[in-house]
């Protein structure tokens, strides 16, 4: 019998070469080169990286909910979002005053891929209480726990099927969308939003 089939209906990226996979691929077409080095705080060379802009808090995500995500979760959110218009989904009434109106329900789960989670909220932390002094901030488990940006999402677009975080390295992601292929078939889930994050 036939296997049911699968479409990727919305896509959503950030990367050193472009913000849209129109970007991207141009770029790719192009042969830019998307490393390059960065200047931090004091002066000192990084290094070369494939660096992006970094994500600012988008004015629908509630102020009381950013202190409880971190860098990953919300590039996540971010994305998640993108992705679901370019799908068709209208998320444009989303908003602080209206967090919970958006409601994809138990029929819909998300599956995120990372292969190093939140290494600049470890780092972030690490110097807030050895070197600082700083008492560690309540936020710290949210913002730092494996699952955190897939429970981020789950939470903002009202996802009550699956929901965790998978690790395979370097394809993370792509292991996120051959899970989520795998739970449309099966019809465990009519919908995943899923992919992979990583900020090193």
């Known amino acids: 019998m036939d296997k049911p089939r699968v479409v990727i209906t919305g896509v959503s990226l950030r990367s050193a070469l472009g913000d849209s996979p129109e970007k991207l691929q141009k770029e790719l077409m192009k042969g830019t080169y998307g490393f390059r080095t960065k200047k931090f705080i004091g002066g000192n060379d990084f290094g070369f990286g494939a660096f992006f802009d970094e994500v600012e808090f988008p004015d629908w995500i509630q102020l009381t909910q950013r202190p409880f995500l971190g860098p990953l979760s919300l590039l996540s959110l971010t994305c998640a979002r993108e992705a679901l218009w370019a799908a068709g989904f209208d998320v444009s009434h989303l908003s602080p005053s209206s967090p919970s109106t958006f409601q994809l329900g138990e029929k819909w789960g998300v599956i995120v891929g990372s292969g190093m989670l939140n290494l600049s909220d470890l780092e972030s932390n690490y110097r807030d209480y050895f070197i ?24 903002q677009f009202g996802t009550r099927g699956t929901c965790h975080m998978l690790a395979s390295a370097c394809s993370s992601g792509s292991s996120a969308v051959a899970e989520a292929v795998h739970l449309i078939r099966s019809g465990r889930q009519e919908g995943v939003i899923c992919g992979g994050v990583d900020l090193l």
């Open 132 to 155: 600082k002094q700083r008492p560690v901030a309540p936020s710290t488990i949210p913002k730092f726990m494996a699952n955190a940006a897939a429970n981020q999402v789950s939470l």
